[in-house]
Each structure stands twice: as C-alpha cells, then as structure tokens.
C-alpha cells in the first residue's frame, strides 16, 4: 500500500490543526506555512476532511479550521480514509460475500490479502490523533514544553 500526498499531507495539516486550534481556528495560511504545503491543496484536503466530518470551518474575521470531534476520537484510520478511500492494498473478490470470483470456494490466498487488510486497518484505527500530537510535541519541545522545531 502506497499512501498518495492526500494521505501523507492531509494527516499533517490534521495534526497541525490539533496543535493549534484550541483557542481560535486556524487558517488555512498558518498551516501551509508551518507545513509547507500549497494554500490550494489544503484548501482540497480540508474540504474533503470537512465533508467526512472531522473537521469544521469557521468563516468570517478569525475564521479558519477548527476539529469537529475531540482529538482523542479521531484516528489516523478516519483521516486517511477520507482522504485516500480503501486501504486496502488487494482488491479480492472472493472476500465480499456477493464476489464475483469464481475460485473464490478454493482459493486460499484470499486469506493473505484479508490478513493483509485486517491488520492496516487494525493499525490506522488503533493511532488516534491526540497520541500524533503528543508526540509531536515530546519531539518539538523536550521537556520544556516549549516550542523548538518546525512541524
């Protein structure tokens, strides 16, 4: 499995979002700065994560970004599937109960490619995005709690 640049981007301007949208919203400028990411893209991503419901805009002077749901439920699984759609890296007929393989009865690979997904899947659903931000946190600050790096 390959994540594209949705993926890989959408998931650091969520993190980014998290940091730094407890007191105000952040906008769409701040994030691309921190990230380096086009305004234009973001832009894209950010209405995708809004149509699935992780994130919220807020219009008008001080407007910007702001998470829709806490970021303790929020996994990395929600964000890349809004962003990429499946994950799954093998397609296999023989694993949907309507399949149209037929060797779907004999074939015993199908059980690899369903480990193979189960186990992404299980992974993504398992990181939530207050563990990212802590981390990014622990690496950017020490112990000082203050800001030392670029995200």
Do not use: F
């Not at 950010?46 to 910007?64: C, D, H, N, T």
């Not at 998470?67 to 007929?93: F, H, N, T, W, Y």
């Not at 060797?103 to 899947?121: E, F, L, P």
Request: glycine share 8%; hydrophobic share 35%; aromatic share 4%.
């Amino acid at each position: 499995m390959k994540l594209s640049t949705k993926g890989r981007y959408g998931l650091r301007a969520l993190i980014d979002l998290a940091q730094y949208s407890s007191e105000a919203p952040v906008s769409i400028t701040s994030i691309s700065a921190r990230q380096d990411i086009s305004e234009r893209y973001l832009e894209q991503l950010m209405a995708m994560l809004k149509k699935a419901g992780l994130v919220s805009s807020i219009r008008g002077a001080g407007g910007g970004y702001v998470l829709a749901k806490d970021m303790r439920e929020i996994s990395v699984g929600d964000i890349l599937r809004a962003l990429e759609g499946s994950l799954e890296p093998v397609e296999c007929q023989g694993l949907e109960p309507d399949g149209e393989c037929k060797a779907a009865d004999s074939c015993v690979t199908k059980y690899v490619w369903k480990r193979i997904n189960d186990s992404i899947n299980r992974t993504v659903d398992e990181i939530m995005l207050d563990q990212l931000v802590e981390e990014s946190r622990k690496k950017c600050c020490g112990d000082t709690g203050q800001r030392i790096c670029k995200n």
